[in-house]
């Protein structure tokens, strides 16, 4: 093999030839390992196989259509876009596929949405109707942005200058504002000054996920720049969606390191999960509670910094300089979970799948928008799977996660709680949140 230049540029999806070539169709995408399953019920990882059966919805499938589609061999149509987006882009393909090979299928997943835009085709009708919105009130939704900041509280007084700047989102600012103003509770009975972006704008995560690149760029070079004006020193999401993209897919869509974004990019389970131990809050109130918890795919796999890599390919595919591959093993797992262990009361049961194997709510990446059947019938597996371990609650660290779920739990009328990681911290430490 003559040595070629490659990089991870996403906007370029020649670099990920190598990749969908050498799918080998082996399914590790699709399964979950038999070394962490007890049987079959739960074996699969691929929310889009599990749920449309046929082998294009696997990644081994996108890989070869995607082949095809760079190499001119096939045009599109309607259903090999809905291939391509009927697809939560939750990573645990990448996860399974680089257990034996380090093929960066995510990133080429990516790549191909960001080819369907540019090429015309892409992205799906929902999402154009919802980037408009994001574009003219600079929200998901399409709500008054002057009704921003109406979830803030009237007894919680944000600071005009503080190391923490706290980065509400879209979803916590207009849909689960209990979400915001429990983070907003924690903080202050923390001790925690922190502040507001004074014009908060969306991350922009749909855009970046359906390919809208040229957008979702515009989007982070005002974001960041507006935060770099405040001088914080850490900015804090309580979602997961919004944490992947300041930390993970802002660095990559403008060639840097997480590094060099000039803050750190903390979601709320590290935060607390560091005030616990440090002394600085007490989760004192008993919850007599047995739940389990769901790793959000933008706070567990998905979440390893960035750091942008270019060098050569050789023989046997072999790249020069050495790459470490992101494998998804050092994600967020463990801070939320201790701290859920630290309140008094609860019983923490794990789900068949979990960390890096967990099965994603459905809700993500213009998933939900565009395809709602899929994105419920997700949500129900894991619905499902919460209650075969006899939880009488399932609690995740992402407004969109709690959204799904709580919208296929009341459809299927049944009795399990579906929470947020921030309101169960803030019922342990009294309900108003007060300074202790
Ligand atoms: S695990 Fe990787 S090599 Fe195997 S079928 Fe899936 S994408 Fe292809
Ligand atoms: S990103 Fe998730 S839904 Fe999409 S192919 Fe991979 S495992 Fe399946």
Redesign the pocket.
């Known amino acids: 093999m003559p040595k070629s230049k490659v990089s991870l540029d996403v906007t370029q999806v020649e670099n990920f030839i190598f990749d969908m070539s050498r799918c080998i169709k082996c399914k590790g ?1 699709t399964w979950v390992d038999h070394i962490y399953m007890p049987g079959v019920k739960y074996s699969t ?5 599990t749920k449309y059966l046929f082998d294009s919805y ?2 081994y499938g ?1 890989m070869r259509i995607g082949l095809a589609l760079v190499e001119g061999r096939l045009d599109y149509s309607d259903e090999l876009l809905k291939i391509l987006y009927a ?8 996860v399974g596929c680089k257990r034996n090979l380090d093929l960066e ?2 990133l080429t ?1 990516e790549a191909l949405r960001i080819k369907a835009v540019k090429d015309g085709k892409g992205p799906m009708p929902e999402h154009k109707k919802i980037a408009q919105k994001i574009m003219k009130q600079h929200n998901f939704f399409g709500s008054p942005h002057e009704n921003r900041r109406k979830w803030l509280p009237k007894e919680i007084k944000p600071s005009p200058k503080a190391d923490v700047l706290y980065f509400v989102g879209c979803s916590a600012s207009y849909i689960h504002p209990e979400i915001a103003q429990a983070t907003a509770k924690i903080l202050d009975a923390s001790g925690t000054p922190f502040m507001l972006l004074p014009d908060e704008w969306c991350c922009g995560n749909m855009l970046y996920s359906v390919g809208m690149i040229d957008e979702a760029r515009k989007l982070a070079k005002r974001n960041i720049d507006a935060v770099r004006k405040t001088g914080a020193k850490t900015l804090l999401t309580s979602c997961a969606e919004g944490y992947r993209m300041w930390k993970v897919d802002y660095p990559k869509i403008l060639n840097m390191s997480t590094a060099d974004l000039g803050f750190k990019v903390v979601h709320l389970t590290e935060y607390v999960d560091e005030l616990i131990k440090k002394g600085a809050l007490k989760l004192a109130n008993k919850i007599n509670l047995r739940l389990t918890y769901h790793d959000p795919c933008s706070l567990s796999r998905l979440s390893e910094p960035w750091v942008p890599w270019k060098g050569e390919r050789g023989l046997w595919g072999v790249v020069n300089p050495p790459l470490e591959r992101r494998r998804g093993t050092n994600g967020i797992y463990q801070p939320p979970r201790d701290t859920l262990n630290s309140i008094p009361g609860v019983e923490l049961v794990e789900m068949p799948r979990m960390r890096e194997n967990a099965f ?1 709510c459905g809700a993500g990446r213009g998933t939900k928008e565009a395809f709602p059947e899929f994105a419920s019938w997700a949500a129900e597996q894991r619905l499902v799977e919460a209650k075969e371990v006899s939880a009488e609650a399932i609690v995740s660290a992402c407004p969109w996660c709690k959204d799904n779920f709580a919208k296929a739990a009341s459809n299927n009328g049944g009795s399990l709680k579906v929470l947020d990681f921030s309101e169960l911290v803030l019922s342990s430490i009294g309900s108003t949140g007060k300074r202790r």
């Open positions: 995408c990882r691929c929310p889009s196989a696997g990644a996108k697809c939560t882009l939750c990573g645990a393909c990448d299928i995510e997943l994603c």
